[in-house]
Structures are given as C-alpha cells and as structure tokens.
C-alpha cells in the first residue's frame, strides 16, 4: 500500500466524526513530518506506544502501514481519548491517564510528540526515565518539541504553546521548552544513543526532532 493510500484509509476512520475530523485527521497525517518518521522506524513486530496520542491519529496510519503492530496510546483528555477508541475500535488500546504515572507496556517504539513542554523539566526527566525503562532492547523513542535558542521561531514557538494553554486548547502546568543540548544530554544520560534532527517542514516552529535508540 502506497503511503497516500495507507493516510486516505486511516483517515476515513474519522469520517462518522464529521467532516471537520476527517480533514483534520487527513492533513495530520499526511503533512505532519514527524509522522513519516515514526513509520520509518516501525518493524513488522512489536508494540508502538504513542504518549499524548488524543485521537489516535498516528495509531490509525499505523495500523494501515503495519499492520501486524501492536497499538498503545494514552493521553490526558478523556474526550479525545473517547474519539480515538470509536475510530480506532479494537485495532489499538487506548488509555486515560497522565505519563507521568499511568502503568505503560513495553514497547519498541516510543513517540512522544509535543508533549513534554507542557511538564516543568524535571518532571520531563523523571518522564522521560519512565519511558526509557518501558524501552525493549533495542528499543527506540521519538521525542518532539521546541527548542529555545533558535530566535525569532523559539519565540514564536513558545507564545502560540503559551496561547493554546492560556484559551484551553492544550491542557498543562505551563510551557516549559529547553535548549537542543540540554535535551540530548537528559536523553544520552538516560543510556539512549540521541540524534536530533530538524522537525519543522512546513511551519515556523523550531521543532526538533529526538531519536534515542536503547542498545
């Protein structure tokens, strides 16, 4: 399957949600670039755990990519979650319930996408270590965010976030971003061997992608 058609068929789950859903369910998947990168890494066995996974929009292109995967998502807004589970059905397992603390399988795959800004930073280690530890060997985790330090788009960056928590679009304690360094040292402290690469095609956000692989 062609990977135009694997986003056409996951976002037809989201058709009986409206047409509003459904488009944004299609333009997610098919413009996100930290989507493409996700699927690049997936093998044809094993758990791919999604962390703030709302409607299940990268579980479901997931499933029509690999399909032989096994799908994990939870994520903080009930609501949301509840969206995800009637168009996701029995083909993933979502929860309600905060990273932080909520039980989390082993997986192979971890992402993580825009999520940890909205934790203080030492709540996004104390994350992060959690999420290391649900790592099989071998194991990779995908954390998104913005990064500071990288001008005009960090600023930008951090008062749309900033917005978005203030009006309750976003659910969080605040905005907490952090410079590219820091992040990839918390990571590689952790045991992971980290790249960070660019994560922004398309938009004016200083987006960073991280790919720690556990040995």
Not at 42 to 70: F, I, K, M
Not at 161 to 178: P, S
């Amino acid at each position: 399957m062609s990977a135009d058609d694997a986003v056409e068929r996951a976002a037809e789950r989201y058709l009986a949600a409206g047409r509003f859903a459904h488009g944004f369910a299609r333009g997610k998947m098919a413009g996100d670039p930290a989507y493409a990168r996700v699927l690049s890494l997936l093998q044809p066995e094993g758990t791919l755990l999604d962390v703030g996974c709302g409607e299940g929009h990268l579980l479901a292109l997931a499933r029509e990519t690999v399909p032989s995967l096994t799908l994990w998502g939870v994520d903080h807004d009930a609501e949301r979650v509840r969206r995800g589970r009637e168009a996701l059905g029995d083909d993933a397992e979502l929860h309600t319930g905060d990273a932080r603390d909520h039980e989390l399988p082993r997986a192979t795959v971890i992402a993580v996408l825009d999520v940890l800004h909205y934790m203080t930073p030492d709540e996004q280690d104390r994350t992060l270590a959690r999420l290391v530890d649900a790592l099989v060997p071998g194991g990779t985790l995908l954390v998104r965010d913005g990064e500071t330090g990288a001008g005009w788009r960090s600023t930008l960056t951090t008062l749309s976030e900033r917005l978005a928590v203030g009006t309750g679009r976003h659910k969080g304690d605040g905005v907490w971003f952090r410079p590219r360094q820091e992040m990839v040292r918390v990571l590689e402290d952790l045991g992971l061997d980290v790249d960070a690469e660019a994560c922004s095609d398309g938009t004016p956000f200083a987006n960073v992608l991280y790919i720690g692989r556990r040995a």
